[in-house]
């Protein structure tokens, strides 16, 4: 009922930027937080970065200062600005939206995983 569709991932050198996109569509009536999570090889997935309808953010302290989240509103989307890029940020990266559909019942959505490669 609700879909989440992630653009933007791929290779990059260490010290390089990337920018991560996702769209959400479906039955939405509001969507509450929207963020960012990544799992690396081996790893568990972890809370990358969330950003709230009224614009409160919060980073994983391994990102603070070097990633930036952000979203629109009106258009249901996300976005992800990650500067000064090392390979300990390799991983697949995963949208995640929770919120209200038009039923008023609440969902909680993942896109299908993007992924980010940085080389040394």
């Known amino acids: 009922q609700v879909q989440l569709v992630e653009s933007g991932g791929g290779s990059v050198q260490a010290g390089g930027s990337l920018r991560l996109s996702c769209a959400a569509s479906?039955?939405?009536?509001?969507?509450?937080?929207m963020g960012w999570y990544r799992q690396a090889p081996g790893k568990q997935r972890e809370l990358v970065a969330v950003?709230?309808?009224?614009?409160?953010?919060s980073y994983a302290d391994s990102v603070k200062g070097r990633f930036t989240i952000s979203r629109d509103n009106a258009k249901n989307t996300v976005s992800l600005q990650m500067n000064s890029l090392t390979p300990e940020d390799t991983a697949v990266y995963y949208c995640?939206?929770?919120?209200?559909?038009?039923?008023?019942?609440?969902?909680?959505?993942w896109g299908q995983g993007t992924q980010v490669t940085v080389s040394s």
């Open positions: 479906g039955i939405i009536f509001r969507i509450n937080a």
């Open positions: 950003i709230t309808s009224g614009g409160s953010t």
């Open positions: 995640n939206a929770e919120g209200r559909l038009v039923t008023l019942r609440s969902f909680e959505a």
